[in-house]
């Protein structure tokens, strides 16, 4: 697979394939290289910025010229034997500098060529997730009620469209290799993957003909879900279902309220908002988080503590040098690359470069 990506999308969408065994060369502009080499800091001590590291694991790099014939050649030669091409250069970029997708997908009948775009294939606007954020509808329903639009923590228009790019990747490499009739070109673009992403908030609108609004932490559909504050610490109730209602009354000792008919529906509990959400305001605020959490653990109420990104990574697999372990299984097989770090062996190699490249010897799986 060529990765002629930069930023993020694109690069988590060739690392997660990476992960799964893919062969990954990643072109990188001379001197610069990808621009989240400069986003930082926090830097590692080898001068790598965190950004750059936490999407392009697994891969092996190399720089190259665009305005040079013997790198475009260079280029052209390893799409002459990938599998898989990523790119997000702004629509007719590649084309000017000889390397034109209809014409390479010609060339190589098995070749798969996604191209990723903040607004389609067509736009030459740049695609940049806090603008698609703003424009797809995500920060019109984020951030408390009587606040301004917010956006996400997480680059997630970036991080959703960069998973739509790989299952689609994946479901053209599987029908390519069983003789299914499937186009080899594939557009994902932020807008579309970022739009699709709103899911049941966009089917309220859809349905009830009315736009939708700010909820801050809690859940248009549903109540009670959302954060509370215990004596302590915030933590959440997600109550999903009317046998869960109940439970976490009775764990909350909310009989009343357990107890009273027009609850006994998310539909009546909807009705009666206010009401609910005051009576667990004040009830949790008698107690540790741990204490609730612990009754309502013990009930079968879906609910946590609110925890630092620091708390939740004690949960999983995961090194400053590589990242957070694969979610979707794979390993990790070579750590982020310093820029041109491949240079002479790729272009010595090319593809057969990997059989040369030595595995960390402590895989992370």
């Known amino acids: 697979m060529l990765d002629l990506s930069r930023v993020l999308a694109g690069p988590l969408c060739t690392m997660m394939l990476a992960d799964l065994g893919a062969k990954v060369i990643k072109i990188e502009r001379p001197i610069s290289g990808d621009d989240t080499r400069g986003w930082g800091p926090p830097f590692d001590a080898d001068g790598q910025s965190a950004y750059f590291l936490s999407v392009n694991r697994n891969k092996l790099s190399v720089s190259a010229d665009l305005t040079l014939q013997d790198d475009i050649e260079f280029i052209r030669s390893l799409i002459r034997d990938a599998d898989v091409v990523v790119d997000n250069f702004l629509p007719g970029t590649l084309a000017r500098y000889g390397l034109d997708k209809a014409a390479l997908l010609l060339d190589n009948a098995r070749l798969i060529w996604c191209t990723i775009s903040g607004f389609g294939a067509s736009s030459t606007r740049p695609g940049y997730d806090f603008v698609v954020q703003a424009e797809s509808g995500w920060m019109s329903v984020s951030g408390p009620e009587s606040g301004p639009p917010m956006k996400a923590g997480v680059a997630f228009a970036d991080v959703i469209t960069g998973k739509d790019a790989a299952v689609a990747i994946l479901a053209a490499l ?33 349905v009830s003909g009315s736009d939708a609004g700010r909820w801050g932490n809690a859940h248009p559909n549903l109540v009670p879900y959302q954060l509370f504050d215990a004596a302590d610490r915030p933590f959440v109730i997600a109550v999903g279902t009317d046998g869960q209602w109940k439970a976490a009354a009775r764990a909350l000792d909310l009989t009343t309220l357990a107890d009273a008919p027009d609850l006994d529906t998310n539909a009546g509990r909807l009705a009666r908002r206010r009401d609910v959400v005051a009576a667990i305001t004040a009830r949790v605020a008698e107690a540790k988080a741990a204490h609730w959490i ?25 090194a400053a040098a590589t990242g957070v372990a694969p979610a979707t299984g794979g390993s990790v097989r070579y750590p982020p690359p310093s820029r041109s770090a491949h240079e002479k062996l790729v272009r010595a190699e090319y593809w057969s470069a990997f059989d040369h490249v030595p595995i960390l010897a402590s895989r992370v799986v």
């Open 294 to 318: 612990a009754r309502l653990d013990e009930a079968g109420v879906p609910c946590g503590l609110v925890r630092s990104v620091r708390e939740a990574l004690k949960d999983v697999a995961c």
């Open 174 to 206: 599987h029908g390519r290799d069983r003789g299914v009739a499937s186009s080899r070109s594939i557009d994902i673009s932020l807008s579309h993957s970022a739009t699709a992403a709103l899911v049941n908030v966009a089917q309220n609108v859809l």
